[in-house]
């Protein structure tokens, strides 16, 4: 009896300790950030992309507050160090105006690709500001994310960012009426996966501003491709019968107080967790339109999408705001410690044996003395 009840009463102990904790951590509306960086206005000269590994972990952070401070609006530039992050790349699409053109990208690779493992796979989508034909201006917010590009602190993955035309700033998918940005988006996609070491299990997707928007278009038409998704600084245009379809894609949305307002997104993660979905939402309490820098810098949202895996149950964030999460505080925990609880079941008699073996010579130690 003693055999089959302490492996079980071990799990359920252990599933109520975890179960509680991440229970009082949904509702929790306190953000956990790490201190902010340090001001700089340091100038960094790079004159090749092999020379952007060579900053210290503190110099990165000093770029990132220097390049904070500069303006972020349309048609700004981006840092030379940013720019050799990524390497200009081409492919080849047919579609509405487009008759087999060459269409540019940027594409960040692992800095050493070892033979015979795939990486994650992280795709941009920029704002309206930074439409236009340079490849370039698409990268002007990423400078955010540095510390996992370059660095000591760096994440080995790649990443994808593609550029709208000035004409068509925003992300749509081609109709009667309009070229589809998002449709070129996946021409690209799809040669990088061919051409590269993807794993396509760990494939996400995030944007800023009108991009996050383009998120949520690019998620609905495809729902079995990505792992997770972090949109920014947006709403969610897609109608409540649309969202049954992402259920399974972990969902981490961001915005500030001059975002966008926050009842609509917070109504879409109600019904996204209703059906079964896995959105987690946090509401940041700052003014301006930027929510994407805090959620890279402060919120490491790029570190938590490299994290996820399709297939894998999702985790929320700390310090988010979770409503009508779908599983009780018990039943994930539990599958966690359930193998735990199957292989002590099994060597129960052998753990008691060597425990008792222990506890003889313990006391034949202390006899001595």
């Not at 503190?58 to 972020?72: A, H, P, T, V, Y």
């Not at 975002?259 to 509401?283: C, H, K, Q, W, Y």
Request: proline fraction near 7%; aromatic fraction near 10%.
């Amino acid at each position: 009896m003693n055999r089959l009840l302490s492996p079980i009463w071990l799990s359920f102990f252990g599933s109520w300790v975890l179960g509680f904790s991440i229970g009082n951590a949904q509702e929790s509306t306190e953000p956990v950030p790490p201190q902010r960086v340090s001001t700089s206005t340091g100038i960094y000269d790079v004159k090749s992309p092999d020379e952007i590994h060579k900053f210290s972990a503190s110099e990165i952070r000093k770029l990132i507050q220097m390049e904070n401070g500069r303006n972020q609006g349309a048609g700004t530039v981006p840092h030379p160090v940013l720019v050799y992050c990524f390497e200009e790349r081409a492919c080849q699409y047919t579609g509405g105006k487009y008759q087999n053109a060459e269409i540019k990208y940027r594409l960040h690779t692992p800095k050493t690709v070892s033979l015979g493992r795939k990486y994650p796979l992280i795709i941009h989508l920029h704002g309206a500001g930074e439409a236009g034909a340079n490849n370039t201006s698409s990268l002007v917010h990423l400078h955010s994310i540095l510390p996992v590009l370059i660095g000591p602190e760096r994440e080995d993955f790649f990443m994808l960012v593609t550029q709208c035309p000035e004409e068509t700033p925003g992300w749509f998918f081609r109709s009667t009426t309009k070229d589809g940005t998002l449709d070129v988006l996946v021409a690209a996609l799809e040669q990088v996966i061919a051409e590269n070491p993807i794993d396509t299990r760990r494939i996400t997707v995030t944007g800023v501003s009108s991009g996050g928007g383009g998120v949520w278009m690019l998620l609905s038409q495809y729902p079995d491709t990505f792992a997770g998704a972090v949109p920014t600084a947006c709403g969610a245009p897609l109608q409540s019968g649309q969202l049954t379809a992402l259920k399974r894609i972990p969902i981490w949305s961001f915005i500030n107080k001059g975002d966008i307002e926050p009842e609509p997104i917070r109504a879409t993660m109600r019904t996204l967790n209703n059906v079964g979905g896995s959105m987690a939402f946090t509401e940041i309490d700052m003014s301006g339109h930027n929510a994407w820098r805090p959620a890279m810098e402060d919120y490491n949202c790029f570190r938590w999408m490299l994290a996820q895996k399709r297939g894998s149950w999702f985790a929320p964030p700390p310090g988010v705001i979770v409503h009508n999460k779908p599983y009780s505080s018990l039943f994930v925990p539990f599958m966690y410690i359930l193998p735990f609880a199957i292989i002590v079941f099994f060597l129960w008699d052998k753990i008691c044996e060597l425990v008792a073996i222990a506890w003889q010579s313990v006391r034949e130690q202390v006899g001595k003395f």
